[in-house]
């Protein structure tokens, strides 16, 4: 039995947990990208009010700047939202594969360890089998 747990419990259950981590990873920065990306979003609104109400006051100036901290977060906002994109293709991608392939294989490993285990302890039933006659006779 000793054999079957170091030979199921080692690469295998590492491998998984490494998967795990690396999936919460992702999605912690999934949630941050979007996190910013919402605040850009914020950000890009009051530049373009703030433009409206210079633009009111005759400020000519003042409407220039915004100009170009409009195009600066229209920028930002846009790179923010492809960064989100491509973290969340990524993502629906490793977990295409997760589910196809590393759950198939998370199944046969049990099936295999559990087969295992009952091979062995068939074997510990035969030799108490054998060993029956020996322990009548010693009672």
């Keep these: 039995s000793r054999g079957i747990n170091a030979e199921y419990g080692g690469e295998t259950v590492k491998d998984y947990i490494s998967i795990i981590q690396a999936a919460k990873a992702a999605f912690d920065e999934r949630v941050k990208t979007f996190s910013v ?58 977990i295409r594969i997760f589910e196809e392939i590393w759950v198939r294989d998370i199944k046969e490993s049990a099936i295999s360890y559990f087969q295992k285990l009952i091979d062995c302890e068939n074997q510990i039933v035969g030799h108490w089998k054998e060993f029956l006659p020996e322990a009548k006779i010693i009672n």
Excluded: H, P
């Design 37 to 94: 990306w919402e605040s850009s979003q914020s950000t890009l609104a009051k530049k373009r009010e703030a433009k409206n109400k210079a633009t009111l006051q005759g400020k000519a100036d003042r409407v220039a700047q915004c100009d170009e901290d409009i195009r600066f977060w229209e920028g930002k906002v846009e790179k923010c939202q492809e960064d989100f994109e491509v973290i969340s293709k990524n993502l629906k991608e490793e």
